[in-house]
């Protein structure tokens, strides 16, 4: 087993890597000033971007649930790893050969998820390698008689499980893999008499995380011997939870994040079908209805926040597809962007279409889409006989509801107007009906809101408060503040400002500058507190390491706060003027300072009897000093 890994590689490691290649793996970057993007915050769920990477300290701080770190705890969050784990994936990533203290230089086995991801990648490679030999001839026809040939088979990884019961579990028992290890990974089954194959006789899919990790398979049934399902997915497991993972995302999250249309369809032979056609956004769930997590998971590849993105859902026209289509709309509200539905012509789906009708087809499809409350109305409103009174009443009372929830209030009056139509109403019935909803919706909203400001709320919000940190320094303990509140005070914003430009660009600063800002005295507790740590190691301050060193040297109720200052945007937008920008604040913050001492020493002044002369005239002298000090500072 090998030691632990020397700590200047762990830094040398972190240098090398750029946080923002990391995190763009699974949040969709957009420029937010100098060095510094934002996106979708990963850790939750939000509609506004509040989550910020600062590339030149390689750091990364949400705004909005307060989550920050760096690029080894972003891979420990985002992907359940462990630190060492992390550090192991990006030294591999980089080609950087680590070296353990104990003297071995032999990267370690990285701990039990590491382990279940190789066991995959060896078994995905078995699989793909099993496609090719005699036994695979019935999935090689699947494939053919759907238009798939070779070259599409390795595009997406296809392989083949062989009608065998350890086949897989031998194969990987010879590369060292053991059987609780492939049970843990989902490979093997556990029987009576022992664990076997879990996929057998089956075309495989290999399932990827975002970073196009093999986490998973998804099986297809070929013979009618086999009494299974005809999908058969990997369990839940330690590396695969199929309520958070879409098929195709690691194939399609470039084209995502570029085009802000994310396509949803219902199969793996769907999504191959969509990429190869030209639609290259699409995606699949795997074994699971469309949620909550799959919604959260296309937000932060897309970049979901301004409202301009699709998402584009494709069902059948059957009662499954209707059901799913009403699940989805349920959902729908989730997504800043505009959701649309597109069906088929004769229920294809896009594999069928591309198939029977040519690629052009599938592309075309995506044209045909409808919005997706137009969807919704006309479904609802085929469960009613619109021909008798009942019917249309009926119908106008499940289908206002649907119109009064629309969140643009520019479309609610066309779609009153074709709900009137499609119902065969008045247009003032129905927009009688979409008004009375709509205060029914928020009747119901208010008293949700009163039952979480009852007393027992109130009495519940106090308790929270009494645990919160205190509001002021007691001890070593400081509050937990936020870069907002601290806005909120302008007699500190000078203060911030200064911090937030020493913290992110240290050696824009002569020394002499440097040395009078972290001797100047701030009046806000936890900014001063910070000012200090920064003054212990401004000797330092052009070493990788500057910031942790920071960290190292506050409490750790300061920790987020000093995260916030060296990773919000600084206001300066144009590069070249970065540095004056610095070395302004940080003057404007010296010679603030240097006014409260001349202020002070006035006062002295002031204070002295006829009978002081001597030390009169020592203060009169300090004073003369500041003041040229001060026009040295602001002619800086």
């Known amino acids: 087993m090998a030691g632990k890994i020397r700590a200047s590689d762990i830094e040398e490691v972190k240098a090398r890597v750029n946080i923002a290649d990391i995190v ?27 989550f910020h990477v600062k590339t030149t300290s390689g750091f990364y701080h949400c705004f909005g649930c307060g989550e920050s770190g760096d690029v080894y705890s972003f891979m420990q969050k985002v992907d359940h790893v462990s630190f060492t784990e992390a550090v192991e994936r990006l030294a591999q990533r980089i080609g950087f050969q680590l070296t353990y203290e104990e003297g071995s230089s032999k990267a370690s086995e990285g701990g039990n998820r590491g382990r279940l991801l190789a066991a995959n990648a060896a078994a995905e490679k078995f699989f793909i390698d099993q496609l090719a030999l005699p036994g695979a001839a019935e999935g090689r026809k699947f494939l053919g008689e759907r238009g798939f040939d070779r070259s599409a088979a390795a595009q ?22 053991s059987d609780e290890e492939q049970l843990a990974a989902g490979l093997l089954s556990q029987g009576d008499k022992g664990p076997y194959d879990r996929f057998r006789g089956r075309l495989v899919w290999p399932i990827r995380d975002v970073t196009g990790q093999t986490i998973g398979f998804g099986a297809r049934k070929l013979f ?18 199929k309520a958070q993972v879409l098929y195709g995302l690691d194939l399609a999250k470039r084209d995502i994040g570029k085009s802000r249309q994310v396509v949803v369809v219902e199969g793996y032979t769907d999504v191959m079908a969509a990429h190869l056609s030209g639609v290259t956004t699409a995606v699949a769930t795997c074994g699971t209805a469309f949620g909550v997590d799959h919604i959260k998971l296309i ?15 494709t069902f059948d026209p059957d009662a499954a597809g209707q059901k799913a289509a009403m699940r989805a709309f349920g959902e729908q509200a989730r997504f800043s962007a505009q959701t649309f539905v597109a069906v088929a012509p004769e229920g294809l789906d896009p594999c069928d ?16 889409k409808v919005p997706m409350f137009e969807f919704v109305i006309r479904t609802v409103l085929k469960n009613y006989n619109l021909d008798t009174v009942e019917g249309r009443v009926a119908a106008l009372r499940e289908a206002a509801p649907i119109i009064a929830d629309i969140r643009d209030a520019a479309l609610k009056p066309g779609y009153t107007r074709e709900l009137a139509r499609l119902t065969g109403v008045d247009i003032a019935e129905a927009q009688s009906a979409v008004s009375r909803a709509s205060r029914n919706a928020s009747a119901a909203s208010s008293a949700a809101s009163s039952a979480s400001n009852s007393p027992a709320a109130a009495t519940e919000n106090i308790h929270a408060d009494a645990s919160a940190e205190p509001a002021t320094v007691t ?27 020493i913290l992110q660009h240290p050696t824009a600063v002569s020394d002499a500058h440097m040395d009078d800002a972290c001797n100047a005295q ?28 920071v960290l190292n040297d506050v409490p750790q109720s300061l920790t987020p706060l000093v995260t916030q200052l060296a990773v919000a945007p600084l206001p300066e937008e144009d590069e070249e003027r970065i540095p004056l920008y610095v070395r302004g604040v940080v003057a404007s913050l010296i010679e603030r300072d240097l006014v409260r ?40």
């Open 24 to 50: 763009g793996e699974h949040v969709s970057l957009k420029s937010a000033g100098v060095g510094s993007l934002k996106g979708l915050c990963p850790f939750h769920d939000e509609r506004s971007p509040s």
């Open 156 to 177: 997406f990884g296809i392989g083949f499980a062989p009608k065998s019961w350890s086949e897989l579990r031998d194969h990987l028992k010879k590369l060292g893999f």
């Open 224 to 241: 009618d011997d086999d009494k299974g399902p005809k999908y058969l997915n990997t369990p839940e497991t330690p590396v695969y939870h």
């Open 299 to 313: 937000r932060r590849v897309m970049g979901d926040d301004s409202g301009l993105g699709e998402v584009i859902f």
């Open 353 to 368: 279409l591309r198939l029977h009708r040519g690629e052009q087809a599938v592309r075309d499809l995506m044209d045909s």
């Open 475 to 501: 001890g070593n303990t400081f509050a937990v503040v936020t870069l907002d509140e601290i806005a909120r005070d302008p007699a500190v914003r000078l203060e911030r400002d200064a911090l937030m430009a």
């Open 522 to 549: 701030l009046s806000q507790p936890s900014l001063d507190t910070i000012r200090a740590a920064i003054g212990a190691n401004r000797a330092t301050r052009a070493n990788p390491t500057w910031l942790q060193d």
């Open 597 to 636: 001492q001349k202020s002070d020493l006035v006062s002295r002044l002031q204070r002295l009897g006829a009978d002081c002369a001597d030390e009169s005239r020592a203060i009169s002298q300090e004073i003369l000093v500041l003041e040229n000090k001060r026009r040295d500072v602001r002619g800086y």
